[in-house]
C-alpha cells in the first residue's frame, strides 16, 4: 500500500515578497497527497489562497498547526532567510521534513547551525533549487556527463543584472547560479573577487540599501572567479542596471565552454530560452554557431496528475510553467528519500557550499588575495571583521 502523505504549506501572505518561485502549489497533483494546512497570518482573500494549495485547514501561525496537526512536510515558502531557523528548529522538534525557499541563510555560520538542528532530529531537508529539476538544465548536465562538449573547461554565470545588480543579486538570484555551477562540477576550491561601487573598489562600509530584508552586502558590480575540480574554472558575474525588460534574452544565466562544443542556457522567467549547443570548441567567439537542442526527459512521477499550468503566473507562481515542473519533481524527490532514507537531489550540504562561496567572495575582494575553501573563519566579512 503508498505510503499517504500530509503536507503543511507556511506562507505568510502578509510579507510582501519578490520572485516567489511557487512553492506553495508543488504539491497539488501526486498521488497519495493531502495539505492539511496553510499557515497565513492574514486572511485576507483566504478562500482562493486556500485553493490554491487545496489546502484542509487553515491556521493563523506555525504553533497553532502544530498543536492540531502533524504533517510529514512542510514548505518554507518565505524567500525572506531570516524567517527559516526558528521555522526550522520548531518543525525539527517535531520531525517534520523540509522543502525550503532559497537562500537557506544569508549567513554562512547560520547555515551550520541550521544542519545541526536537521542532522539531529534526524529529518530529510531539501533546497529549493529549481533548476536542478528542470528538464532543460538536467539535459545540459547530462550531455556535459556524456562527453558532448569533450572535456569542460570553464563555466560563465550570470546574475539578472537588475537593480539589485551586485551584491543583493549575488544573494538572491547568484544562488540559482552558483548552485548550479556546483551541481554540474562540484565544489570550489579557491576564489578569487573584484567588487566595485559606483566604479570603485568596495569598501567594508559601502553597504548598499536592499529591496529584500537581508545582511548587508556591498557593491554594485561584482565579478569573481573559483577553481572548481578537475582543472575547470567558473565565474560569476553581476552589474547593476544592464537588465532591460524587452531584451530578447536575459542576462542571467549559465555557459558552459569545453574542448569541442558550448552549451548554453538563460535562466528565464518566462520559459522561452532554449538549451543552445554551439559544436565550435574551446572560444566560439569567431562565427559562433548555435542549435537548440531537443530535451532528454528523464522525469517521472507514477499517478501524478498533468501538470495544472493553468497555475502558470497566478499569484506568487512564476509565468514560466518550468518552475511549476520543477517543483513538482523537487518534492517528489524529497518524498522518495524519506521512503528510502537516501539524499535529496538539492540538499543543505549544497546550499552551505554556496553560502561558503558567497562569503569567500566578500572575503577575497577584501583582503585582496586568492581565498581557498574551506573557510577558516566563519565570521560573517561584512557584519565582523575577518
Same mark, same amino acid.
Given at each position: 500500500m503508498m505510503r499517504h502523505w500530509k503536507i503543511a504549506i507556511i506562507k505568510d501572505s502578509s510579507k510582501p515578497m519578490l520572485g516567489l518561485h511557487g512553492l506553495h502549489t508543488a504539491?497539488? %497533483?501526486?498521488?497519495?497527497?493531502?495539505?492539511? @494546512?496553510?499557515?497565513d497570518s492574514n486572511t485576507d482573500n483566504l478562500e482562493r489562497k486556500m485553493a490554491q494549495v487545496q489546502a484542509r485547514a487553515h491556521y493563523a501561525t506555525c504553533q497553532a498547526m502544530l498543536a492540531q496537526e502533524a504533517p510529514d512536510i512542510v514548505a518554507i515558502t518565505s524567500r525572506h532567510p531570516s524567517d527559516h531557523l526558528e521555522q526550522i528548529r520548531m518543525l525539527a522538534q517535531r520531525g517534520c521534513h523540509i522543502y525550503c525557499e532559497k537562500p537557506v541563510s544569508d549567513s554562512f555560520a547560520e547555515v551550520d547551525e541550521i544542519i545541526r538542528i536537521v542532522e539531529a532530529s534526524g529529518i530529510k531537508f531539501a533546497m529549493a533549487h529549481p533548476a536542478r529539476h528542470d528538464i532543460a538544465f538536467r539535459t545540459m548536465k547530462h550531455m556535459i556527463d556524456a562527453g558532448a562538449i569533450g572535456r569542460p573547461l570553464s563555466v560563465v554565470g550570470r546574475g539578472k543584472c537588475d537593480h539589485r545588480g551586485g551584491g543583493e543579486d549575488l544573494l538572491v538570484l547568484g544562488t540559482h547560479i552558483l548552485d548550479l555551477q556546483t551541481y554540474f562540477f562540484g565544489a570550489?576550491?579557491?576564489v578569487m573577487a573584484d567588487i566595485r561601487m559606483e566604479g570603485q573598489l568596495a569598501k567594508r562600509s559601502d553597504t548598499v540599501k536592499t529591496v529584500e530584508p537581508i545582511r548587508p552586502v556591498i %557593491?554594485?558590480?561584482?565579478? @569573481?572567479?573559483f577553481q572548481l575540480k578537475n582543472g575547470v574554472r567558473s565565474s560569476f558575474e553581476t552589474r547593476r542596471g544592464l537588465y532591460q525588460p524587452k531584451q530578447p534574452a536575459p542576462h542571467m544565466g549559465i555557459r558552459v565552454m569545453g574542448t569541442e562544443g558550448v552549451l548554453s542556457l538563460r535562466f528565464d522567467d518566462a520559459g522561452n530560452q532554449p538549451l543552445l549547443l554551439s559544436r565550435q570548441g574551446c572560444? !566560439?567567439?569567431? *562565427?559562433p554557431e548555435f542549435e537548440a537542442v531537443a530535451l532528454q526527459e528523464d522525469r517521472v512521477i507514477p499517478g501524478a496528475e498533468p501538470l495544472d499550468r493553468s497555475l502558470s503566473g497566478s499569484p506568487d507562481v !512564476? *509565468?514560466?510553467?518550468?518552475f511549476l515542473a520543477a517543483n513538482r519533481f523537487a518534492v517528489w524527490d524529497l518524498m522518495?528519500? $524519506?521512503?528510502?532514507? %537516501?539524499e535529496a537531489i538539492a540538499t543543505l550540504a549544497d546550499a552551505?557550499?554556496? @553560502?561558503?562561496?558567497i562569503e569567500g $567572495?566578500?572575503?577575497a575582494h577584501l583582503e585582496r588575495r586568492t581565498l581557498t575553501f574551506p573557510l577558516t573563519n566563519q565570521a560573517h566579512p561584512l557584519v565582523e571583521k575577518v
Amino acid at each position: 500500500m503508498m505510503r499517504h502523505w500530509k503536507i503543511a504549506i507556511i506562507k505568510d501572505s502578509s510579507k510582501p515578497m519578490l520572485g516567489l518561485h511557487g512553492l506553495h502549489t508543488a504539491f497539488r %497533483g501526486l498521488p497519495n497527497v493531502e495539505v492539511v @494546512a496553510l499557515v497565513d497570518s492574514n486572511t485576507d482573500n483566504l478562500e482562493r489562497k486556500m485553493a490554491q494549495v487545496q489546502a484542509r485547514a487553515h491556521y493563523a501561525t506555525c504553533q497553532a498547526m502544530l498543536a492540531q496537526e502533524a504533517p510529514d512536510i512542510v514548505a518554507i515558502t518565505s524567500r525572506h532567510p531570516s524567517d527559516h531557523l526558528e521555522q526550522i528548529r520548531m518543525l525539527a522538534q517535531r520531525g517534520c521534513h523540509i522543502y525550503c525557499e532559497k537562500p537557506v541563510s544569508d549567513s554562512f555560520a547560520e547555515v551550520d547551525e541550521i544542519i545541526r538542528i536537521v542532522e539531529a532530529s534526524g529529518i530529510k531537508f531539501a533546497m529549493a533549487h529549481p533548476a536542478r529539476h528542470d528538464i532543460a538544465f538536467r539535459t545540459m548536465k547530462h550531455m556535459i556527463d556524456a562527453g558532448a562538449i569533450g572535456r569542460p573547461l570553464s563555466v560563465v554565470g550570470r546574475g539578472k543584472c537588475d537593480h539589485r545588480g551586485g551584491g543583493e543579486d549575488l544573494l538572491v538570484l547568484g544562488t540559482h547560479i552558483l548552485d548550479l555551477q556546483t551541481y554540474f562540477f562540484g565544489a570550489p576550491e579557491s576564489v578569487m573577487a573584484d567588487i566595485r561601487m559606483e566604479g570603485q573598489l568596495a569598501k567594508r562600509s559601502d553597504t548598499v540599501k536592499t529591496v529584500e530584508p537581508i545582511r548587508p552586502v556591498i %557593491g554594485d558590480d561584482i565579478f @569573481a572567479v573559483f577553481q572548481l575540480k578537475n582543472g575547470v574554472r567558473s565565474s560569476f558575474e553581476t552589474r547593476r542596471g544592464l537588465y532591460q525588460p524587452k531584451q530578447p534574452a536575459p542576462h542571467m544565466g549559465i555557459r558552459v565552454m569545453g574542448t569541442e562544443g558550448v552549451l548554453s542556457l538563460r535562466f528565464d522567467d518566462a520559459g522561452n530560452q532554449p538549451l543552445l549547443l554551439s559544436r565550435q570548441g574551446c572560444c !566560439p567567439d569567431d *562565427h559562433p554557431e548555435f542549435e537548440a537542442v531537443a530535451l532528454q526527459e528523464d522525469r517521472v512521477i507514477p499517478g501524478a496528475e498533468p501538470l495544472d499550468r493553468s497555475l502558470s503566473g497566478s499569484p506568487d507562481v !512564476p *509565468h514560466a510553467p518550468w518552475f511549476l515542473a520543477a517543483n513538482r519533481f523537487a518534492v517528489w524527490d524529497l518524498m522518495r528519500a $524519506i521512503e528510502t532514507d %537516501g539524499e535529496a537531489i538539492a540538499t543543505l550540504a549544497d546550499a552551505r557550499t554556496v @553560502a561558503e562561496m558567497i562569503e569567500g $567572495i566578500y572575503t577575497a575582494h577584501l583582503e585582496r588575495r586568492t581565498l581557498t575553501f574551506p573557510l577558516t573563519n566563519q565570521a560573517h566579512p561584512l557584519v565582523e571583521k575577518v
